[in-house]
Protein backbone atom coordinates (compact mmCIF):
# COMPACT_ATOMS: atom_id res chain seq x y z
CA UNK A 1 0.00 0.00 0.00
CA UNK A 2 0.93 3.63 -0.54
CA UNK A 3 2.46 5.24 2.59
CA UNK A 4 0.13 6.72 5.23
CA UNK A 5 0.97 10.61 4.85
CA UNK A 6 0.53 10.31 0.73
CA UNK A 7 -2.94 8.54 1.09
CA UNK A 8 -3.75 11.10 3.61
CA UNK A 9 -3.54 14.16 1.81
CA UNK A 10 -4.50 12.49 -1.09
CA UNK A 11 -8.32 13.23 0.72
CA UNK A 12 -7.34 16.79 1.60
CA UNK A 13 -5.83 17.38 -2.30
CA UNK A 14 -8.82 15.45 -4.52
CA UNK A 15 -11.81 15.93 -2.78
CA UNK A 16 -12.86 18.64 -5.49
CA UNK A 17 -11.20 16.54 -8.10
CA UNK A 18 -13.48 13.89 -7.31
CA UNK A 19 -16.85 15.21 -8.35
CA UNK A 20 -18.95 14.62 -11.42
CA UNK A 21 -18.19 17.17 -14.28
CA UNK A 22 -20.92 19.50 -14.11
CA UNK A 23 -23.58 19.39 -17.04
CA UNK A 24 -22.95 19.85 -20.70
CA UNK A 25 -24.33 22.23 -23.14
CA UNK A 26 -25.55 19.67 -25.89
CA UNK A 27 -25.26 16.32 -26.53
CA UNK A 28 -21.39 14.20 -25.15
CA UNK A 29 -19.02 15.04 -28.10
CA UNK A 30 -16.73 11.75 -28.59
CA UNK A 31 -13.24 11.63 -29.84
CA UNK A 32 -14.58 9.39 -32.39
CA UNK A 33 -17.20 12.36 -33.92
CA UNK A 34 -14.17 14.81 -33.65
CA UNK A 35 -12.81 12.15 -36.66
CA UNK A 36 -10.40 10.08 -34.40
CA UNK A 37 -10.41 6.55 -34.41
CA UNK A 38 -7.95 4.52 -31.97
CA UNK A 39 -9.24 1.23 -32.59
CA UNK A 40 -8.77 2.17 -36.81
CA UNK A 41 -5.63 3.95 -35.79
CA UNK A 42 -3.85 1.77 -33.20
CA UNK A 43 -3.96 -1.86 -34.84
CA UNK A 44 -2.09 -0.18 -38.31
CA UNK A 45 0.84 0.81 -35.61
CA UNK A 46 0.78 -2.70 -34.26
CA UNK A 47 1.09 -4.40 -37.92
CA UNK A 48 3.56 -1.83 -38.92
CA UNK A 49 5.74 -2.33 -35.88
CA UNK A 50 6.04 -5.96 -36.45
CA UNK A 51 6.74 -5.02 -40.13
CA UNK A 52 9.31 -2.83 -38.92
CA UNK A 53 10.75 -5.96 -36.71
CA UNK A 54 11.36 -8.00 -39.18
CA UNK A 55 14.11 -5.38 -40.46
CA UNK A 56 16.00 -5.14 -37.62
CA UNK A 57 18.33 -7.89 -39.03
CA UNK A 58 19.99 -4.63 -41.23
CA UNK A 59 21.51 -3.50 -38.78
CA UNK A 60 23.78 -6.33 -38.62
CA UNK A 61 25.66 -5.33 -41.58
CA UNK A 62 27.09 -1.99 -39.84
CA UNK A 63 28.31 -3.52 -36.81
CA UNK A 64 24.97 -2.55 -35.23
CA UNK A 65 22.33 -3.94 -33.30
CA UNK A 66 18.13 -2.88 -32.00
CA UNK A 67 17.60 -2.80 -28.49
CA UNK A 68 14.21 -4.80 -29.00
CA UNK A 69 13.06 -3.52 -26.19
CA UNK A 70 12.34 -0.28 -27.79
CA UNK A 71 9.91 -1.79 -30.08
CA UNK A 72 6.86 -0.15 -28.99
CA UNK A 73 8.45 2.06 -26.68
CA UNK A 74 7.99 6.35 -27.76
CA UNK A 75 11.37 6.29 -29.62
CA UNK A 76 13.92 3.93 -31.14
CA UNK A 77 17.33 2.65 -29.77
CA UNK A 78 20.05 1.43 -31.61
CA UNK A 79 23.25 -0.17 -29.54
CA UNK A 80 26.38 1.55 -31.75
CA UNK A 81 28.97 -0.07 -29.20
CA UNK A 82 29.95 2.21 -26.90
CA UNK A 83 26.55 4.44 -26.65
CA UNK A 84 23.15 4.47 -27.73
CA UNK A 85 21.26 6.22 -30.42
CA UNK A 86 17.75 6.96 -30.08
CA UNK A 87 15.60 8.24 -32.53
CA UNK A 88 11.76 9.55 -33.14
CA UNK A 89 9.94 11.64 -35.59
CA UNK A 90 6.18 13.28 -34.20
CA UNK A 91 4.00 15.07 -35.62
CA UNK A 92 2.36 17.91 -33.93
CA UNK A 93 -1.57 17.31 -35.27
CA UNK A 94 -4.48 20.00 -35.61
CA UNK A 95 -3.11 22.71 -33.51
CA UNK A 96 -1.90 25.09 -36.26
CA UNK A 97 -5.78 25.46 -36.63
CA UNK A 98 -6.50 26.56 -33.48
CA UNK A 99 -3.49 28.98 -34.05
CA UNK A 100 -4.79 30.37 -37.64
CA UNK A 101 -8.18 30.36 -36.34
CA UNK A 102 -7.29 32.55 -34.18
CA UNK A 103 -4.82 35.02 -36.02
CA UNK A 104 -8.44 35.29 -38.12
CA UNK A 105 -9.77 36.68 -35.40
CA UNK A 106 -7.15 38.76 -33.14
CA UNK A 107 -4.85 39.41 -35.96
CA UNK A 108 -1.94 38.12 -33.81
CA UNK A 109 0.38 35.36 -34.49
CA UNK A 110 1.12 32.27 -32.14
CA UNK A 111 3.46 30.36 -34.66
CA UNK A 112 6.37 30.69 -31.97
CA UNK A 113 4.23 28.76 -29.41
CA UNK A 114 3.22 26.34 -31.96
CA UNK A 115 7.16 25.72 -33.05
CA UNK A 116 7.07 25.00 -29.38
CA UNK A 117 4.75 22.53 -29.64
CA UNK A 118 6.35 20.49 -32.58
CA UNK A 119 9.43 20.53 -30.75
CA UNK A 120 7.94 18.83 -27.82
CA UNK A 121 5.99 15.96 -29.11
CA UNK A 122 9.37 14.68 -30.24
CA UNK A 123 11.79 15.98 -27.58
CA UNK A 124 9.23 14.89 -25.15
CA UNK A 125 9.12 11.07 -26.60
CA UNK A 126 12.95 11.21 -26.85
CA UNK A 127 13.65 11.21 -23.90
CA UNK A 128 11.48 8.72 -22.16
CA UNK A 129 14.38 6.23 -23.20
CA UNK A 130 16.88 8.28 -21.03
CA UNK A 131 18.89 9.94 -24.59
CA UNK A 132 19.99 13.20 -24.47
CA UNK A 133 18.43 15.01 -26.88
CA UNK A 134 21.19 16.00 -30.27
CA UNK A 135 19.81 17.09 -33.15
CA UNK A 136 16.48 17.99 -34.30
CA UNK A 137 14.82 17.97 -37.92
CA UNK A 138 12.18 20.28 -39.33
CA UNK A 139 9.57 19.47 -41.69
CA UNK A 140 6.95 22.16 -42.68
CA UNK A 141 4.52 21.08 -45.14
CA UNK A 142 2.51 24.25 -46.53
CA UNK A 143 -0.20 23.68 -49.13
CA UNK A 144 1.18 26.13 -51.30
CA UNK A 145 3.97 28.83 -51.35
CA UNK A 146 2.29 31.51 -50.81
CA UNK A 147 2.06 29.91 -47.16
CA UNK A 148 5.43 31.52 -46.55
CA UNK A 149 4.42 35.29 -48.17
CA UNK A 150 3.71 35.99 -44.48
CA UNK A 151 6.50 37.41 -43.48
CA UNK A 152 5.48 37.79 -39.26
CA UNK A 153 4.14 34.42 -39.23
CA UNK A 154 7.51 32.45 -40.98
CA UNK A 155 9.89 34.59 -38.77
CA UNK A 156 7.50 33.60 -35.73
CA UNK A 157 7.99 29.88 -36.50
CA UNK A 158 11.72 30.27 -37.09
CA UNK A 159 12.24 31.97 -33.55
CA UNK A 160 9.69 29.80 -31.89
CA UNK A 161 12.00 26.73 -33.48
CA UNK A 162 14.86 28.42 -32.39
CA UNK A 163 14.23 28.99 -29.07
CA UNK A 164 12.53 25.87 -28.02
CA UNK A 165 15.84 23.77 -29.58
CA UNK A 166 18.04 26.04 -27.16
CA UNK A 167 15.46 25.28 -24.09
CA UNK A 168 16.45 21.32 -24.77
CA UNK A 169 20.38 21.91 -25.56
CA UNK A 170 19.47 20.47 -29.36
CA UNK A 171 20.98 21.34 -32.69
CA UNK A 172 18.72 22.15 -35.09
CA UNK A 173 20.19 20.31 -38.12
CA UNK A 174 18.04 21.21 -41.37
CA UNK A 175 15.17 19.83 -42.31
CA UNK A 176 12.15 20.63 -45.24
CA UNK A 177 9.85 22.70 -46.65
CA UNK A 178 7.61 21.72 -49.29
CA UNK A 179 4.58 23.02 -50.81
CA UNK A 180 2.13 20.10 -51.45
CA UNK A 181 -1.08 21.95 -53.01
CA UNK A 182 -3.19 19.34 -53.44
CA UNK A 183 -2.01 17.25 -50.33
CA UNK A 184 -2.18 20.07 -47.72
CA UNK A 185 -5.06 22.62 -47.57
CA UNK A 186 -4.21 25.76 -49.22
CA UNK A 187 -3.46 28.35 -46.52
CA UNK A 188 -2.25 25.92 -43.78
CA UNK A 189 0.72 24.06 -42.54
CA UNK A 190 1.30 20.38 -41.83
CA UNK A 191 4.30 20.38 -39.01
CA UNK A 192 6.32 17.50 -37.68
CA UNK A 193 10.20 17.27 -36.26
CA UNK A 194 12.30 14.43 -36.26
CA UNK A 195 14.61 14.15 -33.43
CA UNK A 196 18.04 12.49 -32.63
CA UNK A 197 19.70 12.13 -29.33
CA UNK A 198 22.39 10.05 -27.46
CA UNK A 199 22.28 7.81 -24.34
CA UNK A 200 25.90 8.25 -23.18
CA UNK A 201 26.49 6.47 -21.01
CA UNK A 202 24.90 3.22 -21.72
CA UNK A 203 23.28 3.13 -17.96
CA UNK A 204 21.13 6.37 -18.64
CA UNK A 205 18.43 3.68 -20.84
CA UNK A 206 15.81 3.86 -19.06
CA UNK A 207 13.23 0.81 -21.13
CA UNK A 208 11.79 -0.47 -17.88
CA UNK A 209 14.35 -3.43 -17.20
CA UNK A 210 14.17 -2.06 -13.60
CA UNK A 211 10.76 -1.60 -13.52
CA UNK A 212 9.79 -2.79 -9.89
CA UNK A 213 6.99 -2.78 -7.14
CA UNK A 214 7.40 -0.50 -4.44
CA UNK A 215 9.00 2.62 -6.79
CA UNK A 216 7.31 6.01 -7.02
CA UNK A 217 5.07 7.81 -9.94
CA UNK A 218 5.87 11.41 -10.24
CA UNK A 219 3.80 13.18 -12.60
CA UNK A 220 5.30 16.77 -14.17
CA UNK A 221 2.05 19.20 -14.56
CA UNK A 222 1.26 19.78 -17.78
CA UNK A 223 1.05 23.52 -19.11
CA UNK A 224 -2.99 22.61 -20.27
CA UNK A 225 -4.14 20.85 -23.39
CA UNK A 226 -0.51 20.47 -24.59
CA UNK A 227 -0.96 19.31 -28.70
CA UNK A 228 -3.41 16.09 -28.43
CA UNK A 229 -7.19 16.31 -28.21
CA UNK A 230 -7.26 19.27 -30.71
CA UNK A 231 -9.87 17.57 -32.76
CA UNK A 232 -12.09 17.42 -30.06
CA UNK A 233 -11.23 20.72 -28.73
CA UNK A 234 -11.63 22.55 -31.78
CA UNK A 235 -15.10 20.30 -32.55
CA UNK A 236 -16.22 21.67 -29.22
CA UNK A 237 -16.46 25.62 -30.83
CA UNK A 238 -19.50 24.55 -32.89
CA UNK A 239 -21.73 24.96 -29.87
CA UNK A 240 -19.74 27.85 -27.47
CA UNK A 241 -22.02 30.98 -28.17
CA UNK A 242 -18.35 33.05 -28.05
CA UNK A 243 -16.43 31.03 -30.00
CA UNK A 244 -12.98 30.86 -28.83
CA UNK A 245 -13.50 34.24 -27.24
CA UNK A 246 -15.70 32.35 -24.43
CA UNK A 247 -13.82 32.35 -20.81
CA UNK A 248 -12.87 29.55 -19.38
CA UNK A 249 -11.19 31.61 -16.59
CA UNK A 250 -10.90 35.15 -15.90
CA UNK A 251 -9.16 36.73 -18.23
CA UNK A 252 -8.40 33.96 -20.29
CA UNK A 253 -10.20 32.83 -23.33
CA UNK A 254 -11.01 29.24 -24.97
CA UNK A 255 -8.32 30.42 -27.85
CA UNK A 256 -5.58 31.54 -25.74
CA UNK A 257 -6.32 28.93 -23.24
CA UNK A 258 -5.54 26.11 -26.12
CA UNK A 259 -2.65 27.68 -27.70
CA UNK A 260 -0.65 27.51 -24.14
CA UNK A 261 2.85 26.02 -25.52
CA UNK A 262 3.65 22.26 -24.07
CA UNK A 263 6.20 22.03 -21.67
CA UNK A 264 9.66 20.84 -22.65
CA UNK A 265 10.44 18.30 -20.18
CA UNK A 266 13.97 18.02 -21.28
CA UNK A 267 15.84 20.02 -18.57
CA UNK A 268 13.94 17.70 -16.27
CA UNK A 269 15.44 14.78 -17.06
CA UNK A 270 18.78 16.32 -17.82
CA UNK A 271 19.28 17.48 -14.30
CA UNK A 272 17.78 14.45 -13.22
CA UNK A 273 20.94 12.73 -14.42
CA UNK A 274 23.14 15.24 -13.07
CA UNK A 275 21.87 14.75 -9.72
CA UNK A 276 22.09 11.09 -9.81
CA UNK A 277 18.53 9.99 -10.95
CA UNK A 278 18.17 7.57 -13.42
CA UNK A 279 14.23 6.89 -13.79
CA UNK A 280 13.09 3.36 -14.06
CA UNK A 281 10.19 4.19 -16.52
CA UNK A 282 8.92 6.83 -18.31
CA UNK A 283 5.70 7.75 -20.27
CA UNK A 284 5.07 10.36 -22.31
CA UNK A 285 1.18 11.60 -21.69
CA UNK A 286 -0.39 12.08 -25.00
CA UNK A 287 -2.37 10.64 -27.00
CA UNK A 288 -4.54 7.95 -25.05
CA UNK A 289 -4.35 10.34 -22.06
CA UNK A 290 -3.32 8.68 -18.46
CA UNK A 291 -3.81 4.95 -20.30
CA UNK A 292 -0.54 5.94 -21.30
CA UNK A 293 0.81 4.97 -17.36
CA UNK A 294 0.30 1.50 -19.17
CA UNK A 295 2.82 1.17 -21.84
CA UNK A 296 5.24 -0.83 -19.92
CA UNK A 297 4.99 -4.60 -21.29
CA UNK A 298 5.28 -5.85 -17.95
CA UNK A 299 2.75 -6.82 -15.94
CA UNK A 300 1.96 -4.18 -12.56
CA UNK A 301 -0.34 -2.20 -11.12
CA UNK A 302 0.16 0.91 -11.01
CA UNK A 303 -1.99 3.12 -8.17
CA UNK A 304 -2.66 6.93 -8.43
CA UNK A 305 -3.62 8.07 -4.86
CA UNK A 306 -2.84 12.03 -5.91
CA UNK A 307 -4.00 13.80 -8.63
CA UNK A 308 -2.94 17.25 -10.35
CA UNK A 309 -4.78 20.44 -10.33
CA UNK A 310 -6.76 20.26 -14.03
CA UNK A 311 -5.92 22.89 -16.32
CA UNK A 312 -8.66 25.36 -16.27
CA UNK A 313 -9.18 24.74 -20.11
CA UNK A 314 -9.63 21.02 -19.65
CA UNK A 315 -11.94 21.26 -16.90
CA UNK A 316 -14.47 23.44 -19.38
CA UNK A 317 -13.86 21.11 -22.15
CA UNK A 318 -14.63 18.30 -20.18
CA UNK A 319 -18.08 19.76 -18.59
CA UNK A 320 -19.00 21.50 -21.93
CA UNK A 321 -18.05 18.74 -24.61
CA UNK A 322 -20.12 16.24 -21.81
CA UNK A 323 -16.89 13.65 -20.58
CA UNK A 324 -17.16 11.62 -18.06
CA UNK A 325 -14.18 10.66 -16.16
CA UNK A 326 -12.80 7.68 -17.83
CA UNK A 327 -13.73 9.32 -21.45
CA UNK A 328 -11.73 12.81 -20.49
CA UNK A 329 -8.28 10.58 -18.79
CA UNK A 330 -8.80 8.17 -21.61
CA UNK A 331 -8.35 11.60 -24.18
CA UNK A 332 -6.52 14.54 -21.91
CA UNK A 333 -3.35 14.63 -19.90
CA UNK A 334 -5.16 16.27 -17.53
CA UNK A 335 -2.74 18.13 -15.93
CA UNK A 336 -0.23 15.38 -15.57
CA UNK A 337 2.39 15.93 -18.91
CA UNK A 338 5.12 13.45 -18.32
CA UNK A 339 5.13 10.64 -16.04
CA UNK A 340 8.93 9.57 -13.95
CA UNK A 341 8.94 6.09 -12.02
CA UNK A 342 11.95 6.24 -10.01
CA UNK A 343 12.91 5.00 -7.14
CA UNK A 344 10.89 5.47 -3.69
CA UNK A 345 13.74 6.98 -1.69
CA UNK A 346 14.40 9.58 -5.38
CA UNK A 347 10.58 10.36 -5.34
CA UNK A 348 10.93 13.25 -2.94
CA UNK A 349 14.18 14.81 -4.76
CA UNK A 350 12.43 14.20 -8.39
CA UNK A 351 9.95 16.88 -7.49
CA UNK A 352 12.11 19.05 -5.76
CA UNK A 353 14.30 19.16 -9.15
CA UNK A 354 11.52 19.32 -11.37
CA UNK A 355 9.92 22.33 -9.00
CA UNK A 356 13.34 24.00 -8.92
CA UNK A 357 13.33 24.09 -13.35
CA UNK A 358 9.77 25.43 -12.99
CA UNK A 359 7.34 22.53 -13.74
CA UNK A 360 5.25 21.61 -10.58
CA UNK A 361 5.29 18.13 -9.80
CA UNK A 362 3.63 15.64 -7.32
CA UNK A 363 4.38 12.30 -5.72
CA UNK A 364 1.16 10.78 -6.87
CA UNK A 365 1.23 6.99 -6.43
CA UNK A 366 2.96 3.90 -6.80
CA UNK A 367 3.60 0.79 -8.61
CA UNK A 368 2.52 -3.07 -7.00
CA UNK A 369 2.48 -6.31 -7.72
CA UNK A 370 -0.88 -7.78 -9.65
CA UNK A 371 -2.69 -7.62 -12.91
CA UNK A 372 -1.95 -4.75 -15.16
CA UNK A 373 -4.35 -2.81 -14.53
CA UNK A 374 -4.23 1.60 -13.81
CA UNK A 375 -6.39 2.96 -10.55
CA UNK A 376 -7.25 6.22 -10.21
CA UNK A 377 -8.35 5.95 -6.43
CA UNK A 378 -9.80 9.65 -6.08
CA UNK A 379 -11.82 8.90 -8.96
CA UNK A 380 -12.67 5.21 -8.66
CA UNK A 381 -11.34 4.68 -12.21
CA UNK A 382 -9.89 1.87 -13.55
CA UNK A 383 -7.75 0.96 -16.88
CA UNK A 384 -6.20 -1.87 -17.80
CA UNK A 385 -4.01 -4.02 -20.46
CA UNK A 386 -7.10 -3.99 -22.70
CA UNK A 387 -7.95 -0.48 -22.69
CA UNK A 388 -4.29 0.18 -24.18
CA UNK A 389 -3.41 -2.09 -26.85
CA UNK A 390 0.08 -0.50 -28.79
CA UNK A 391 2.16 -3.90 -29.34
Known sequence: ?????????????????????????????????????????????????????????????????????????????????????????ECLGSKALVADEMAALTGASYYDGIAQDTIAMAVNDLITVGATPLVVQAYWAAGGSQWFADATRAGRLVEGWRKACEACGVAWGGGETPALAGIVENGR?????????????????????????????????????HANGLSLARKLV?????????????????????????????????????????????????????????????????????????????????QHAGLDDRQAYSTFNMGAGFALFVAADEAARTVQIAQGLGVDALLAGAVHEGPKQLTIEPLSLRFDAADLQLR
Open 238 to 318: ERLPQGYATPVAPGLGYGDALLAPTVLYAPITEALWREGIVPRYCANITGHGWRKLLRHPAAFSYRIARLPEVPAVLRFIQ
Open 1 to 89: MLASPLARAAVADNRSMSRAAPAAVGNPISYEQSGVHYELIDPLKVQAQRAAAATASQLGAHGFHEVQASRGESAYVVDVGPFYIATIV
Open 189 to 225: IDLAASCMGLINPKPRLSLGERLAPGDAIVLLHSSGI
